[in-house]
């Protein structure tokens, strides 16, 4: 089956670590984004890539950063910069301009 | 910039009444409109999309939206809701900006009371 797999489901930090999220997908889409939710605030768009060893920063980049080595993956990583990390973070792919979004099932991470 | 609307973070019906979610969007360029479902602790699912198309589109599971350019409105309704359909509602816009990213409404919380 065709998808976007992310993991953890579940991730628990500590202040001053720098967590890294994982996105795959195997359908072999060229741009990749990542979003962030909070309760009663929608989603934001933090990173997004259109194209392999590209990525380009989104309306809430700083204190994260990400990588797109291979067409399938776009691993995010939460710094220690980020001030108020805890979140529901949701990566997504997607053919091309007017193609369907998909998303993963989310990792939600916890800053103790 | 593109940006969108919703009116009403919650609602609430019946089940067998009519669902009404309200969207309005503003954009400077003809807009790529789209809704999405989400259901607790899950990713997004889409439930249809406006590409500049059929002004009326229908989706998955009995939703459908019109757009109204004069309106600047993209509502989405349902005629009969069924316990199943609650959830979390998010109206969406995309552009030539970001990659063509979605730009999300901050959500309307459907609750069906038996």
């Known amino acids: 089956d065709g998808g976007i797999t992310q993991s953890p489901k579940y991730l628990f930090r500590k202040e001053g670590q720098n967590v890294t999220l994982s996105c795959e997908q195997n359908l072999n889409h060229d741009a990749m984004y990542w979003y962030r939710q909070d309760p009663g605030q929608g989603l934001r768009l933090i990173y997004y890539?259109?194209?392999?060893?590209?990525?380009q920063k989104g309306d809430i980049a700083e204190g994260y950063s990400v990588s797109r080595e291979k067409k399938e993956s776009f691993p995010l990583t939460v710094t220690s910069a980020q001030k108020n990390p805890t979140a529901f973070y949701l990566c997504?792919?997607?053919?091309?301009?007017?193609?369907?979004?998909?998303f993963g099932p989310g990792t939600r991470l916890t800053v103790l | 910039a593109q940006s969108v609307t919703q009116l009403g973070s919650h609602v609430s019906v019946s089940e067998g009444a009519l669902v009404l979610l309200r969207c309005n969007y503003s954009s400077s360029v003809p807009p790529y409109l789209f809704w999405y479902v989400q259901y607790p602790n899950q990713g997004l699912q889409l439930l249809l999309k406006?590409?500049?198309?059929?002004?009326l589109v229908k989706g998955i599971n009995g939703f459908e939206a019109e757009f109204k350019k004069s309106e600047t409105s993209f509502h989405l309704t349902k005629p009969s809701a069924h316990m199943s359909d609650a959830a979390e509602y998010f109206c969406?816009?995309?552009?030539?900006?970001?990659?063509?990213?979605?730009?999300f409404g901050k959500g309307t919380s459907l609750l069906v009371t038996p």
């Open positions: 406006y590409t500049s198309a059929a002004t």
């Open positions: 890539s259109q194209i392999v060893n590209d990525f």
């Open positions: 969406a816009v995309s552009g030539p900006g970001s990659g063509y990213a979605l730009n």
């Open positions: 997504a792919s997607k053919e091309g301009p007017l193609g369907e979004q998909f």
